[in-house]
């Protein structure tokens, strides 16, 4: 009869199993009586001790306390003593004997305390008759000390010595009883001992047979199946030798050889996905065959993503190539034939083939370059190519070294992207470039022209608008109040317009020079602050002016504009500032990334959000020349001066509430 190896396992184990739950049913059932003899001498035995000894000291000390009150005079304290010991510590010591007593399997303990308790409370009569003869017993006369006397010796002694013969008796019976009981769990236990002994020892034999027929029936199949799959690890596929034995172990083998069989297959259907044949036949073993249907699933993502990959590389112009070293023939994606516009029938795929498409100009620069991209870090190269068409198309060239075992090279991978359109667009851009570059110049000249012209025409109106002034002060000086009151009107006005323009003229000459100072230093804004102060110190005490101001920087740019920038800030807050409020101007600079940022802070008649962009226009005014002079030029200047640091200034205001000027310096 045929048994599997699981079966003769199963019984194998069962046995041992069987050895093991019959060692722990006789440990447990030694253990059990044990603990319960042990528990019997804990509860029992060793209380039961303690009171026969309690009782016996109780007798005693009862016979003690009796002697003394006949032969050393009755007094007070043998007498409370005797009476605790017969009313309060006798019962008490008799009831716990009692529940003692009730506690053993057997009568004969409560027979035994029963007359132990008979004598002694025969020995408390006794006790008691002595007592009440001591009672009548009188100091002068000693003959009547004779009768208790005779009741200690005749009755008490006697007595009481029995009694604790019969207490130690039972004491010492007690004690055999508990040594018999320790006696007996130490033979239990010597016992138990040698059945475990016996039961290691067929175990531990048990054990090494088993473990024989485990190593000839499993681990040399196991190891020979092991050193089987390990060949599978590396790729070797082979099959081995089985009986026609339907045990476990031919099972495996049989099952191993099935595996060996299936992956061929599936390593030749991997083969053939690598060659890009996403064709080939292959046929999951059932629809439970996880690696099939993956195998499936791999096969056809990769065949999606390899036309994804063609259509993005025929969207970017890019295709790629691998180049085998030995043989120098070389491998294309579709995209390859698109840019070279290569017929794939008739091309012979060789490295030296491809290189001959690479337009005579730049063929000894890619042959030089490709040389040294086998033994140095490849870098990427452009040049030109004649394609089968001979259409010249411009290209960027990328590849990657593969290294073999023994860093020998194997094979070089890379890609080609058609960059002629982009080729274009840069020329097309340098072109613009240029193109721009000359408009600047351009625009640069005219700014210059329209500077100087600007310079010129200021400078060279002075000259008649100083004549005409003179002269209509001289007209005024010699004809005013001689003529008509309308005369004199016109007069006025000719004066006025003459200064007005003079002030304008002045105005347009100092904006035109704004930048004409070229030299850039270190700036410190507090030491301009104090200048601007200083300059406008009539003006700060006519108004009643406060300003205030944070720690400034030390920035980078053009003093004498700075100073401008500040003062003019600085006078329109005091100029336009509400009827019988003094201005107060608070002065304030954050470093905001690579800038500085500037604001000043006024209580003024502030502005409406309408005009924030149109106060930075030259002459323009929202006020009339009555109520606030000027010429509107003012902050013209400072918007230019702030564009000449490379910065924008801009306001933020509430009317009749004050405004903020916000301006920013580049910090470098």
């Not at 003593?81 to 004969?108: C, E, G, M, V």
């Not at 000894?364 to 394609?387: F, G, W």
Request: net charge neutral.
């Amino acid at each position: 009869m045929n048994f599997s190896v699981r079966q003769r396992i199963y019984w194998g184990f069962s046995f041992l199993i069987l050895l093991l739950v019959l060692n722990g049913i006789a440990s447990l059932i030694t253990l059990n009586n044990n603990k319960k003899q042990s528990a019997n001498i804990l509860a029992i035995i060793d209380p039961s001790i303690q009171k026969l000894q309690s009782f016996r000291d109780l007798v005693i000390a009862s016979e003690k306390h009796t002697t003394n009150s006949v032969f050393l005079r009755l007094n007070q304290d043998d007498k409370d003593a005797l009476h605790r010991l017969h009313t309060i510590d006798y019962p008490n010591l008799k009831a716990q004997l009692n529940q003692l007593s009730q506690k053993k399997n057997n009568k004969f303990p409560a027979d035994s305390i029963n007359k132990l308790c008979a004598k002694f409370e025969q020995v408390i009569v006794i006790e008691n008759g002595i007592l009440s003869s001591l009672e009548n017993v009188k100091d002068n006369n000693p003959a009547s000390r004779l009768e208790p006397e005779r009741l200690v010796e005749a009755h008490l002694l006697p007595t009481t010595s029995g009694l604790i013969n019969a207490l130690s008796g039972a004491i010492s019976n007690e004690l055999n009883i508990r040594n018999k009981i320790n006696k007996n769990v130490d033979e239990s236990f010597s016992r138990l001992r040698l059945l475990i002994l016996i039961l290691t020892s067929t175990i531990i034999l048990m054990g090494l047979l088993l473990l024989l027929f485990v190593t000839k029936a499993i681990i040399t199949p196991l190891n020979k199946i092991k050193h089987a799959v390990i060949d599978l690890g590396k790729g070797i596929m082979r099959t081995l030798e089985y009986s026609e034995n339907k045990d476990e172990m031919n099972e495996m083998r049989r099952s191993l050889n099935n595996l060996s069989e299936n992956l061929h297959t599936a390593a030749t259907f991997v083969t053939e996905i690598g060659k890009r044949n996403f064709y080939s036949d292959f046929e999951p073993l059932s629809p439970q065959d996880t690696l099939g249907m993956a195998l499936i699933t791999m096969r056809n993502n990769i065949r999606v993503n390899d036309e994804k990959l063609n259509d993005a590389q025929h969207i970017a112009h890019i295709g790629s190539w691998e180049r085998d070293i030995k043989t120098d023939k070389v491998t294309f994606s579709d995209e390859m034939f698109n840019i070279f516009d290569i017929d794939p029938a008739s091309f012979d795929f060789m490295f030296e083939s491809l290189m001959k498409f690479v337009h005579p100009d730049d063929i000894e620069h890619a042959i030089d370059i490709n040389r040294k991209n086998l033994y140095m870090a490849p870098v990427p190269y452009e040049c030109k190519i004649v394609t089968a068409k001979g259409v010249i198309k411009h290209v960027l060239i990328q590849t990657k070294v593969v290294l073999g075992e023994f860093a020998e090279i194997e094979k070089t991978f890379g890609i080609v992207q058609d960059i002629t359109a982009r080729k274009l667009d840069e020329e097309l851009l340098r072109r613009s470039e240029r193109a721009l570059e000359t408009q600047n110049k351009e625009l640069e000249i005219k700014n210059r022209e329209l500077e100087q012209f600007a310079y010129v025409a200021s400078h060279d109106l002075q000259e008649p608008l100083r004549t005409t002034t003179s002269f209509v002060n001289m007209f005024k000086q010699q004809y005013f109040g001689k003529l008509d009151s309308r005369a004199d009107k016109f007069l006025n006005y000719i004066v006025q317009a003459s200064e007005r323009m003079s002030v304008l003229i002045k105005d347009l000459l100092d904006f035109s020079r704004i930048g004409n100072n070229k030299d850039i230093e270190q700036v410190d804004c507090n030491l301009i602050l104090q200048d601007v102060v200083a300059d406008i110190d009539q003006a700060i005490k006519d108004s009643d002016a406060e300003i205030k101001a944070d720690p400034l920087p030390v920035i980078t740019g053009y003093t004498t504009e700075l100073k401008q920038l500040f003062q003019n800030l600085i006078v329109n807050s005091i100029k336009f500032r509400r009827k019988d409020v003094p201005p107060k101007i608070k002065i304030v600079a954050q470093k905001r990334n690579d800038h500085w940022r500037f604001a000043f802070t006024d209580n003024g008649i502030g502005i409406d959000q309408k005009h924030n962009e149109r106060i930075f226009v030259i002459f323009q005014r929202l006020h009339n020349r009555t109520e606030y002079q000027g010429s509107g030029i003012g902050l013209s200047h400072c918007k230019k001066i702030v564009e000449l640091h490379n910065g924008k200034i801009w306001v933020e205001s509430t009317p009749n509430v004050g405004s903020t000027f916000n301006f920013t310096i580049e910090a470098n």
